[in-house]
C-alpha cells in the first residue's frame, strides 16, 4: 500500500509561489489600503482589480479548473494545499479567480453547458470579466430539502416562464447571469427529477432583486430575489430537464469540499493566532501559553485540524481517482465546518475583548464560521446521510469499513 503525502514538485513550486504571493503582496496591500483612513471604494476595487491581473499573468488563475479551461490544471488533492493557502488571506481566493460561487458555477457549466452556455457564459466567468450567482433556496421551504422548491418554469413555445422567490442568492448584486433551479415536472415519478436548472441572466425583465439581507455579521450580497414572468430562451435549460437535482449534486460534491480547503486555511490562522496571542498575553504570574487550560485549547485545535486536513485529502484522493465520494465529502465537510467555528471560537477566547473588537479579524472569522454548519447541507442533514450510508453498507457487507473511508486499518 503506497501512503504518500507529498506532491510533485511542480505542485509544491505553485503552493510555495502562490503563498509567497499571498503573504508578501495580496497581505501587505490589504494591510496598507485597510490603515489608510483615505482609501475609497475605488481606491479598493482598483487594488484588487490589479491584484487580479497581477495574480493571472503569475499563473495563480482559477486553480480549481483544467488547462484547456484556463485553469492550473491541478488535481483535487492539489487543489486542496493551494486553496487552503489562498483562503489565510483576506480576498485570496477571489484573486485567483476561484471563489464561491463562481467556482461551483463554472465547474457546473463546464460538466453541462453546451457550446452556445460556454461561449455566452463560461468563458467570460473564466476570463474573470463578469460573476455569476447561484439561486436555489427559498424562504418559505425548508433549504435543505430542494425536492420542496417552489419556484416553477413553464415552457412557453421556445421560452420558459419563471416565477418563484429565492433568498440567500450569493453575490446577485453585480452578477451578470443566476443559474437558477425551479420545478418544470411537478409530476416527476420520484421527486429528485421535478427540478431543472435555468440560466437567467439579471438583467432579463422581471428580475427583481429585493434586498440584500443583512445577517449577523453585517451585508455580504446574499441577496433576496422575486422572479416575476421572467422568461429565458429554451437555450438557457442548463443540463437536461428534470436533471436539476443531479446538477446540484455534482456541483455541490466538489464545491462543498471547496469550501472545507478553504475553512483549513482560516482554521490555520485562527490558531496561529492563538498561539501567537497565548505566548505573549501575561496574567497571574506567567504567559496565557503556560497554563495548561490553554495548551489544552492549542492540542485540542490541532488533533482537529490534523483530521480535518486528513479528511480533506482522502475525500479529494477519492474524487480524482473516480471513486464514490458522497460518505467522505459528508464527513468532511461536517468535520471542518464544525472545527471551524471551534478553533475560532477558542482564538476568541483568548483574545479577550480584543477578539470581541473589529480590531482583530477573529470576530469577523467566528461570525461568518457559523453559517458553515448549516449551509452546503446542514450538520445534521450531513449526519443523516453519513448514518443511512452507514448502515447500508454494513447490513450489506456485514462491516462498516467501507462507510468509513473504506481505508485498509
Ligand atoms: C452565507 C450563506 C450563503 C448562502 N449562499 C447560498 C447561495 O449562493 N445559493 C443558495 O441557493 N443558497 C445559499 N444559501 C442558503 C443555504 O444553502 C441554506 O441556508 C441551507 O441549504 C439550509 O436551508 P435553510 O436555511 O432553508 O434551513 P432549513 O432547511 O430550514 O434547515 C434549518 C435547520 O433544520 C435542521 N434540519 C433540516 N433538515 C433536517 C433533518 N433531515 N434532520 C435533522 N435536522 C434537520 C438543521 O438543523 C438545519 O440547520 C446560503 C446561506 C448562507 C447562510
Redesign the pocket.
Known amino acids: 500500500m503506497a501512503i504518500d503525502f507529498t506532491f510533485s514538485e511542480e505542485v509544491e513550486q505553485a503552493r510555495s509561489r502562490i503563498r509567497e504571493f499571498m503573504r508578501d503582496t495580496v497581505k501587505a496591500r490589504y494591510k496598507t489600503l485597510s490603515e489608510n483612513a483615505q482609501t475609497s471604494e475605488s481606491d479598493w476595487r482598483a487594488a484588487i482589480k490589479a491584484l487580479r491581473e497581477e495574480a493571472k499573468a503569475r499563473g495563480f488563475w482559477l486553480p480549481h479548473m483544467p488547462t484547456e479551461a484556463g485553469g492550473m490544471g491541478l488535481g483535487v488533492t492539489a487543489l486542496a494545499a493551494v486553496a487552503a493557502e489562498a483562503a489565510k488571506v483576506p480576498y485570496g481566493p477571489y484573486i485567483m479567480n476561484a471563489h464561491?460561487?463562481d467556482e461551483g458555477n463554472m465547474h457546473t457549466l463546464h460538466h453541462f453547458a453546451t457550446e452556445y452556455q460556454r461561449e455566452k457564459f463560461l468563458q467570460p466567468l473564466l476570463d474573470g470579466q463578469i460573476r455569476s450567482?447561484?439561486?436555489?433556496?427559498?424562504?418559505e421551504?425548508?433549504?435543505?430539502?430542494p425536492t420542496l422548491i417552489q419556484t416553477t418554469a413553464v415552457q412557453d413555445g421556445d421560452e420558459w416562464v419563471i416565477n418563484g422567490h429565492?433568498?440567500?442568492?450569493?453575490?446577485?448584486r453585480g452578477a451578470s447571469f443566476a443559474i437558477v433551479?425551479a420545478r418544470t415536472d411537478p409530476d416527476a415519478a420520484i421527486p429528485q427529477a421535478r427540478n431543472s436548472a435555468f440560466i437567467v441572466e439579471t438583467d432579463t425583465p422581471g428580475f427583481e432583486l429585493v434586498r440584500d439581507v443583512e445577517?449577523m455579521s453585517g451585508s455580504?450580497n446574499?441577496c433576496e430575489i422575486r422572479y416575476n414572468d421572467v422568461r429565458v430562451p429554451a437555450s438557457h435549460l442548463l443540463g437536461e430537464r428534470g436533471g436539476g437535482h443531479k446538477l446540484g449534486q455534482v456541483r455541490l460534491g466538489p464545491a462543498r469540499l471547496a469550501h472545507c480547503m478553504r475553512w483549513i486555511g482560516e482554521i490555520e490562522l485562527a490558531l496561529e493566532m492563538l498561539i501567537d496571542r497565548a505566548q505573549k498575553r501575561f496574567a497571574h504570574g506567567s504567559l496565557l501559553s503556560e497554563k495548561q487550560g490553554i495548551q489544552w485549547m492549542m492540542a485540542d485545535s490541532a488533533m482537529e485540524l490534523y483530521a480535518g486536513k486528513l479528511m480533506v485529502l482522502h475525500a479529494a484522493y477519492k474524487i480524482e481517482q473516480g471513486l464514490d465520494f458522497k460518505q467522505e465529502v459528508s464527513m468532511a465537510k461536517h468535520h471542518v465546518a464544525n472545527t471551524l467555528w471551534r478553533v475560532c471560537d477558542r482564538a476568541v477566547q483568548v483574545h479577550g475583548a480584543l477578539g470581541y473588537s473589529t480590531d482583530s479579524p477573529l470576530s469577523g472569522m467566528l461570525q461568518?464560521a457559523r453559517?458553515a454548519?448549516?449551509?452546503?447541507?446542514?450538520?445534521?442533514?450531513h449526519?443523516?446521510r453519513i448514518a443511512e450510508i452507514l448502515m447500508r453498507t454494513y447490513n450489506a457487507e456485514g462491516s462498516v469499513n467501507g462507510a468509513v473511508g473504506g481505508l485498509p486499518l
Open positions: 464561491a460561487p450567482c447561484f439561486s436555489m433556496t427559498e424562504p421551504v425548508a433549504g435543505s430539502d429565492k433568498w440567500f442568492t450569493s453575490g446577485a433551479i445577517t455580504h446574499h461568518q453559517w454548519r448549516f449551509a452546503d447541507g446542514a450538520d445534521e442533514v449526519q443523516m
